[in-house]
């Protein structure tokens, strides 16, 4: 019903930016709430960020507040990453997510994007 696609992973250093993005599908995409989990190598997927259909609820991961940013365009079916100050701990694979309610726990985010590359080097 909704297909996600992340785009913007890569290389950087400590200090450096990355903007990612995620395109979705359809006019529907307006009905959900959207989020962007990491995980990192042997640990569990973790809930990065998250806001919901309106744009007027968030939630951040602690160690994300004051350096990453989540925005929503609905008109232009978009979800986007800002994430600054980067650190060797924000290394993982991000993936974007749709779903009808807003929760940290990724078992409970039906939609998916293949998720995206971000590696940050100490």
């Known amino acids: 019903q909704v297909q996600l696609v992340e785009s913007g992973g890569g290389l950087v250093q400590i200090g450096e930016s990355l903007k990612l993005s995620c395109a979705a599908s359809?006019?529907?995409?307006?009905?959900?709430?959207v989020g962007w989990f990491r995980q990192a190598p042997g640990k569990e997927r973790e809930c990065v960020v998250a806001?919901?259909?309106?744009?007027?609820?968030?939630y951040y991961l602690d160690s994300v507040k004051g350096r990453f940013t989540i925005s929503r365009d609905n008109a232009k079916n978009t979800v986007s990453l800002q994430m600054n100050s980067l650190k060797p701990d924000d290394t993982g694979v991000y993936y974007c997510?749709?779903?009808?309610?807003?929760?940290?726990?990724?078992?409970?985010?039906?939609?998916w994007g293949q998720g995206t590359q971000v590696t940050v080097s100490s």
């Open positions: 806001i919901d259909r309106f744009r007027i609820s968030t």
């Open positions: 997510a749709a779903g009808s309610i807003m929760t940290s726990r990724p078992g409970q985010w039906p939609y």
């Open positions: 359809g006019r529907t995409f307006s009905n959900y709430q």
